[in-house]
């Protein structure tokens, strides 16, 4: 082809993209004056901490968190409203959530369509048909709430209302965008809020919000999309480059915190190559690599072992059959591990079924747990449970009055 067809048809391109931005500028400076002629606040570009405190899905799920576009404003009765864009690894919802206070926090409420019940809350269904599903963490505030609810329902039009009460928020999704309709949804979800705040609720209070991002039901586990700092507290593969730690997940537990994140980095070589002519060419190839690490970091000292996990270090066996061929024991002080892995010990991990863990020369816990929030509670209930079975000899013996956790007795 002739090369000066070729930086006609580039030229054309170009042209075509430099309108694409323009005409895209424009709208969008006409909507965002159709949202400030309201007398609203239109915020460009929100922090994440937009979010902090909201911990009901869709929040409190997934990675990759994210806030655009977000508006503020009040409505003809006074009410103060957030309206924002938001999206996860696990929510890919259209239109603007809309978020209202409420005096106080109250009970964990869905008002669903009934297409939308997989939302990932968990509570009991209060009502459901074919096109409504109500889910409450409290029967009893589900009903009431409900009730409430219900003579303001029919505002939100056609379309069934998705809604939520998130600790001292009321929440609709999938608003829609445009100034005028988005004014009328407000009005609605205003006309909610106000439901919600009546006398016929007054005797329910729910939980303390959250600080900050945080992980569905487990409200004193934060949540940051990266932190690489996170990397200097735990044992990670070294080498390669661009080192980052993703998806972290932070316990502040009284007794044993922990850290979880998925470690990335990449790392490069150089692939050599002949062809048919003999000729060598060179290229370097840039390799991805990603390691999920969760370690727990405890407030109180230990003495080494291993549960399954590698090869070194000498191995205790039990009386028990069953539990040797299930769990591979090691400590280098063979007393010590039967003191603490004594019957009961055994009984409760035979029937736990942990991931593999260990005390390390550090004084830290490293598992084969997943970054996953199910894994997490598993290994955390886990590690509570075993070091509550330690008996009160063992904790004297490394210099305790009384034992740093909880004791199970029985």
């Known amino acids: 082809m002739d090369p000066s067809v070729i930086v006609w048809i580039l030229l054309g391109v170009l042209a075509l993209a430099v309108v694409g931005v323009i005409i895209w500028y424009v ?16 915020v460009d570009h929100p922090g994440l901490e937009v979010v902090h405190g909201y911990n009901c899905p869709p929040f409190g799920l997934g990675e990759n968190r994210r806030v655009d576009d977000m508006i503020i404003g009040q409505s003809s009765s006074g009410l103060r409203f957030e309206a924002f864009e938001y999206d996860s690894s696990t929510y890919r919802g259209g239109g603007y959530l809309v978020s ?5 926090s109250l009970p964990e409420f869905y008002h669903l369509p009934t297409k939308a019940r997989a939302n990932g809350s968990t509570g009991s269904i209060i009502h459901q048909d074919e096109a409504v599903t109500v889910v409450a963490d409290n029967p009893d505030f589900g009903r009431a709430a409900l009730s409430a609810l219900g003579p303001t329902l029919g505002r939100f039009g056609a379309v069934p209302a998705n809604l939520s009460v998130d600790h001292d928020r009321l929440v609709g999704l999938g608003a829609p965008k445009p100034a005028e309709e988005l004014a009328a ?23 303390a919000k959250p600080p900050r991002l945080s992980i569905y039901r ?21 080498g390669g480059s661009n080192h980052r730690a993703e998806g972290c997940i932070i316990s ?4 044993l915190p922990f850290i979880a994140l998925t470690h990335r980095w990449e790392t490069t070589r150089t692939v050599t190559s002949t062809d048919a002519q003999g000729r060598t060419t060179t290229r370097t190839v840039t390799d991805h690599h990603e390691e999920e690490i969760v370690e727990f970091h405890p407030r109180f000292t230990f003495r080494p072992f291993k549960v399954n996990r590698g090869l070194m270090g000498n191995k205790v066996s039990f009386e028990w059959h069953e539990f040797n061929q299930a769990f591979t024991v090691r400590s280098p002080d063979p007393k010590f591990a039967s003191d603490v892995f004594h019957p009961r010990q055994m009984e409760y991990m035979m029937q736990a079924r942990p991931v593999p ?13 997943r970054v996953d929030a199910g894994t997490l509670k598993h290994t955390e209930q886990f590690l509570e449970g075993f070091f509550a079975r330690v008996p009160n000899f063992v904790w004297d013996g490394l210099g305790y009055q009384r034992p740093p956790v909880a004791i199970e007795r029985g």
Do not use: C, M
Request: aromatic residues 10%; hydrophobic residues 35%; glycine residues 8%.
């Open 252 to 255: 502040s537990h009284p007794t």
């Open 100 to 104: 209202i206070p409420l005096p106080r």
């Open 357 to 369: 863990f260990e005390w390390d020369e550090r004084g830290v816990i490293e598992t084969g747990a």
């Open 218 to 238: 487990r409200p004193n586990w934060e949540f940051r999309n990266r932190d690489d700092s996170l990397l200097a507290h735990v044992r990670h593969s070294g």
């Open 185 to 207: 949804y407000v009005e609605a979800l205003a006309a909610g809020a106000q439901a919600l705040a009546g006398p016929s609720l007054q005797q329910f209070s729910g939980p």
């Open 27 to 42: 709208r969008r400076r006409a909507y965002i004056k159709s949202v400030t002629d309201r007398g609203w606040q239109f």
